[in-house]
């Protein structure tokens, strides 16, 4: 499984940005797709996550004020983050986890900068 994140950017505070990630391959129909966050000198750390049944699962740092989607039909899951502030600033990284084999597939991640 590949996958490819996009939409990272640097926005100011209370702003608002769309991640995307793409997975492509061999895509077993039961997965969960999501986003994990790495901040400077930080361990990595969950964001949110969606099942292919719709299951979602958010951290409480962004419960509120980030969206997780994901349209199963393209194999795509989607992160839109509104009231971005500078403590959300960190590499995004996009993870597929495949629910036959058990095996969990990163994408490169995605820088998102948020400016005070």
């Known amino acids: 499984v590949q996958l490819q994140a996009s939409g990272g950017g640097l926005v100011q505070a209370g702003g608002s940005l769309r991640l995307s990630c793409v997975a492509s391959?061999?895509?077993?129909?039961?997965?969960?797709m999501g986003w994990y966050r790495q901040a400077p000198g930080k361990q990595r750390e969950l964001v949110a996550t969606?099942?292919?049944?719709?299951?979602?699962n958010y951290a409480d740092p962004v419960k509120g004020r980030f969206t997780i989607s994901r349209d199963n039909t393209k194999n795509t899951v989607y992160l839109q983050m509104n009231s971005l502030n500078p403590e959300d600033t960190a590499v995004y990284y996009c993870?597929?986890?495949?629910?036959?084999?058990?095996?969990?597939?990163w994408g490169k991640g995605t820088l998102v900068t948020v400016s005070s």
């Open positions: 391959g061999s895509i077993f129909p039961f997965n969960v």
């Open positions: 969606k099942t292919t049944l719709g299951t979602t």
């Open positions: 993870k597929f986890g495949d629910h036959k084999t058990g095996m969990d597939y």
